[in-house]
């Protein structure tokens, strides 16, 4: 049942809408945007790379990690690599994301580029299911911009972060703990995902002891696949 509140927000323009959705999220981004801002000054960068790099890679965990490898000098192949593995987990997000919802080529373009966890896990709750496209992009647009602001923030004022400050290094782990624990209240009629992902890592161990984390991951995927469909059948029997 709506409440007052869902069905004011609901009557707002896209815009605003979409910026009560991400606001907590986004200020969450922001300390880790610092972090890699600081990181990335402190690497021996100009800060103004922090502006380009969440602006046009804008890839989260990867950026941290390509800071390591351009400083390394790493070959490109090596690159390539670590930006397959790091990221191949948006190819299974794409089979629920709401793409087909968002109208035109260049803001589907967009769409796409700027999935990441933080917009799909707000993006594919049950409360999100009465989106429009405009309100879906607008979301991803006010998340990519909380990121680029902070981390051009830490940029101008990596100087002044001390390298060892402790706690920006935990706001990746909080914000996803923050989405995962919103994730499993969401949906508290299947199967709890900390469950499925504890049950994929025990059999994982007990079947294909050499190859535990790809299988884990592999059966992981499955169960949410088949948590997915068997979620929709009863929806449709309802």
């Known amino acids: ?16 809408a979409a910026l009560k959705d991400c606001g ?6 922001v300390p880790l945007g610092l972090a890699f801002g600081a990181f990335l000054t402190h690497s021996g960068l100009a800060w103004w790379w922090a502006t380009v790099f969440t602006t ?9 990690l390509l800071i390591g490898l351009a400083a390394a000098a790493a070959p490109l192949a090596s ?29 589907r373009a967009y769409s796409t580029f700027a999935l ?6 707000l993006s594919t709750t049950d409360a999100a299911r009465e989106w429009n496209g405009a309100r879906i992009l607008w979301l991803q647009l006010f998340l990519h911009l909380f990121w680029v602001g902070g981390a051009t923030l830490g940029g101008l004022l990596g100087s002044l972060i001390p ?38 890592a025990v059999v ?22 088949v948590r997915s469909v068997v979620a929709e059948r009863s929806l449709s029997n309802a």
Not at 56 to 64: K, M, Q
Not at 116 to 121: C, G, I, L
Not at 164 to 190: E, H, I, N, S
Request: net charge neutral; no cysteine.
């Open 1 to 16: 049942m709506e409440t007052v509140s869902d069905l004011a927000v609901r009557d707002r323009p896209p815009a605003l």
């Open 24 to 29: 907590s999220v986004g200020i969450g981004l």
């Open 56 to 64: 046009f890679i804008y890839a989260g965990s990867f950026e941290f």
């Open 79 to 107: 690159i390539g690599l670590s930006a397959f593995l790091v990221n191949v987990r948006h190819v299974f997000y794409a089979l629920s994301f709401p793409l087909h919802r968002v109208r035109g080529r260049r803001a």
């Open 116 to 121: 990441t966890d933080e917009a799909y896990a």
């Open 163 to 200: 390298s060892g400050v402790v706690g920006l290094d935990f706001a990746m782990t909080a914000l996803f703990v923050v989405l995962a624990l919103d994730a499993v209240r969401d949906r508290k009629g299947d199967l709890p995902t900390p469950i499925l992902a504890a049950l994929s």
């Open 204 to 225: 994982a161990r007990v079947v294909f002891p050499g190859q535990l984390l790809l299988a884990a991951f592999l059966l992981f995927v499955g169960g949410l696949v």
